[in-house]
T-cell receptor, first 114, second 114 residues
Framework: GAGVSQSPRYKVAKRGQDVALRCDPI?????LFWYQQALGQGPEFLTY????????KSGLPSDRFFAERPEGSVSTLKIQRTQQEDSAVYLC????????????FGPGTRLLVL | AQKVTQAQTEISVVEKEDVTLDCVYE???????LFWYKQPPSGELVFLIR??????QNEISGRYSWNFQKSTSSFNFTITASQVVDSAVYFC???????????FGTGTRLQVFP
C-alpha cells in the first residue's frame, strides 16, 4: 500500500511568511507524528496526534508553530512568521497507534527560510 | 532522562568490508523499544528493525545483524560484506511505553567506496 506522503517536498519562504506543510499518513494509521530535522542532526519530536486529538505538543519550539488533524487523517503543520532558524526538514510519521509501534516516515519537506 | 548516543559520526569502508555501527541508550524505563532507521540521500527515513526490551535475541536479516545487550545498554548494527548501496546515514532511536515520541541519536554517516 501507499506510504506516508508529504507536500510540498521543498519550500522556500521569505522571513516573515507563513507556511503550511501537509502530511498524508498510511491509511488506517491512528497515530501521526511531526519531527524536525536540522542539518546533520537526528529528528526531534514536535507533536503527536491520536486520531484528531493532539495529545502531545511539547516539542513545538514556539507559539508560531501550530499543527492540526481535524478529521483524524491528513495533518497540517503551520509555521507563522517564519524565521531563518526554522529552516530544516520536517518529517511526518504514522503508526498503528499502540505505544512502541513502529513509526513509518514520509519523505519530508525541506524548508528554507531566506 | 532518555538519551541515545551514536558516537561514530562518520565511517568509511571499502566495498565487501564488514562494518559495525554503535548505539548506546539511556532510559529508566523497564519496558522500551529500540529502532534502527536508514536515511539515504533522498532523505526518507527507512525502517530497518524494532526490538523490545524483553527480547535480547540477536537478529539477522540478510547482510544485516543486530546485537542487543541490556547489560551495556547497547544495540549495535552490523552490515556484512558492505555494498555501495549501503551508503546512508543510520539512526538509532529509543521509544518507551510512557511516551509516544522517539528519541533519536545524531546518526552515523556510512560511506562505502567501490
Amino acid at each position: 500500500g501507499a506510504g506516508v506522503s508529504q507536500s510540498p517536498r521543498y519550500k522556500v519562504a521569505k522571513r516573515g511568511q507563513d507556511v503550511a506543510l501537509r502530511c498524508d499518513p498510511i491509511s488506517g494509521h491512528v497515530s501521526l507524528f511531526w519531527y524536525q530535522q536540522a542539518l546533520g542532526q537526528g529528528p526531534e519530536f514536535l507533536t503527536y496526534f491520536q486520531n484528531e486529538a493532539q495529545l502531545d505538543k511539547s516539542g513545538l519550539p514556539s507559539d508560531r508553530f501550530f499543527a492540526e488533524r481535524p478529521e483524524g487523517s491528513v495533518s497540517t503543520l503551520k509555521i507563522q512568521r517564519t524565521q531563518q532558524e526554522d529552516s530544516a526538514v520536517y518529517l511526518c510519521a504514522s503508526s498503528l497507534g499502540l505505544r512502541g509501534e513502529t513509526q513509518y516516515f514520509g519523505p519530508g519537506t525541506r524548508l528554507l527560510v531566506l | 532522562a532518555q538519551k541515545v548516543t551514536q558516537a561514530q559520526t562518520e565511517i568509511s569502508v571499502v566495498e565487501k568490508e564488514d562494518v559495525t555501527l554503535d548505539c548506546v541508550y539511556e532510559t529508566r524505563d523497564t519496558t522500551y523499544y529500540l529502532f534502527w532507521y536508514k536515511q539515504p540521500p533522498s532523505g526518507e527515513l527507512v525502517f530497518l528493525i524494532r526490538r523490545n526490551s524483553f527480547d535480547e535475541q540477536n537478529e539477522i536479516s540478510g547482510r544485516y545483524s543486530w546485537n542487543f545487550q541490556k547489560s551495556t545498554s547497547s544495540f549495535n548494527f552490523t552490515i556484512t560484506a558492505s555494498q555501495v548501496v549501503d551508503s546512508a546515514v543510520y539512526f538509532c532511536a529509543l521509544g518507551a511505553l510512557n511516551t509516544d515520541k522517539l528519541i533519536f541519536g545524531t546518526g552515523t554517516r556510512l560511506q562505502v567506496f567501490p
